[in-house]
């Protein structure tokens, strides 16, 4: 039989993910946007939680837990629920962690992963986005050229989350001898690494303000063949990138949920002409059809994410779930802010916020940068 609910560890887990977000995320979420930084304390109590190193094994001292993408995406809607930003920021070692899991050798893993096993916040991030406005998976203009027995990286990396203070960069780019997605490759890269520069001035953008982004340069970065991600088998591009758009979508729709969740009680709450616009009939359907494509979002969403889950081919039901998501993540946060009216504009309502961090996700989704 299917079965469209969460297991009770996945129950559990998102109740204490959403009390913690409405308790800790809510109230802090309009500061960091104006601010434009997540303050570390904020941090300190995601690492608390366990949501970064759950899927570490135990061997390695992590949570133990079965790397699970649906799990992934339902921790991402409630974080996401409480702000979209500070869901990023505390998610963003998940990056370079989880394709570890996915694709890294044993030697890798027993590397790299115990970083992430201390008790204070580690930072590392996926460099996967570039500056060029026709950016392509398949056609990535970072390039990873043989020499001796490693690699030279040669190429620009923008909107990397955490880059002010990740240790470890994930740096996705192209065989220089292999074009297409199956040419795609991934390098751990130190944040010390000779020839690697990292802005000192973060990147300005719309939306999602409190996350930190940066613009790499790589100028000849010289790699072991040890750093190749998968050693050499490599990694499936493909489930990689699907797995990392899958997480982008999930910070939408709880973004997404948000916005509904606060709109319907505006509109049974505010009166105009003698009774609540909740009851205008264009508002109205507004409210339901929000409602309608939050739901769907998350069906196509978990659908994707149990693809990757159970090793099946997921770029399919990712585009599906992406197409969808785009186009409706914009069409909720402007039917939300249309439903507070002139409320909407100002910054006494979330709602403006979540408008700008809306239309920033598309872009983000887009290279899948988170």
């Given amino acids: 039989m299917i079965s469209f609910s969460p297991s009770e560890e996945q129950e559990l887990i998102q109740q204490t993910v959403s009390e913690f977000a409405q308790n800790e995320m809510r109230e802090i979420s309009r500061e960091c946007d104006e601010t434009g930084s997540v303050p570390r304390e904020f941090l300190e109590k995601t690492w608390e939680l366990g949501l970064v190193n759950s899927m570490i094994p135990e061997e390695l001292d992590g949570g133990g837990m079965e790397r699970s993408p649906v799990t992934t995406a339902i921790v991402l809607e409630e974080l996401a629920f409480g702000c979209a930003s500070l869901a990023c920021a505390a998610l963003s070692p998940t990056t370079f962690i989880h394709p570890l899991l996915d694709f890294g050798t044993d030697e890798q893993k027993k590397e790299y992963l115990p970083l992430f096993t201390g008790t204070s916040f580690h930072a590392a991030s996926m460099a996967l986005a570039e500056s060029h406005f026709t950016f392509d998976l398949g056609a990535l203009r970072t390039v990873a050229e043989p020499k001796g027995d490693g690699y030279v990286l040669s190429g620009i990396k923008r909107m990397v989350p955490l880059g002010d203070r990740a240790s470890h960069f994930l740096i996705i780019a192209r065989s220089a001898s292999n074009e297409g997605i199956g040419g795609v490759e991934a390098f751990i890269v130190p944040r010390d690494a000779k020839g690697l520069a990292i802005a000192d001035e973060g990147e300005k953008t719309l939306g999602l303000r409190a996350l930190p982004l940066s613009k790499l340069e790589l100028e000849r970065v010289e790699v072991a063949a040890s750093q190749r991600l998968g050693g050499e088998q490599g990694i499936d591009a493909a489930q990689l990138f699907a797995a990392a758009r899958t997480a982008s979508l999930a910070v939408g729709l709880g973004l997404s949920r948000a916005m509904l969740e606060t709109s319907i009680p505006y509109a049974k709450e505010r009166y105009a002409f003698g009774q609540p616009i909740a009851q205008k009939q264009t508002i109205a359907f507004w409210l339901a059809d929000m409602q309608i494509e939050v739901n769907s979002m998350r069906w196509l969403i978990w659908k994707a ?50 408008y700008r961090n809306a239309r920033t996700i598309t872009v983000l989704d887009t290279v899948a940068a988170l």
Avoid: C, T
Avoid at 311 to 333: C, D, F, H, N, V
């Fill in 305 to 354: 994410a149990s693809h990757l889950e159970h090793g099946l081919p997921a770029a399919k039901p990712m585009a599906l779930a992406s197409s969808y998501a785009q186009r409706e993540m914009i069409k909720i946060a402007d039917n939300g802010l249309q439903v507070f009216g002139g409320h909407g504009y100002i910054r006494d309502y979330p709602v403006e916020m979540w």
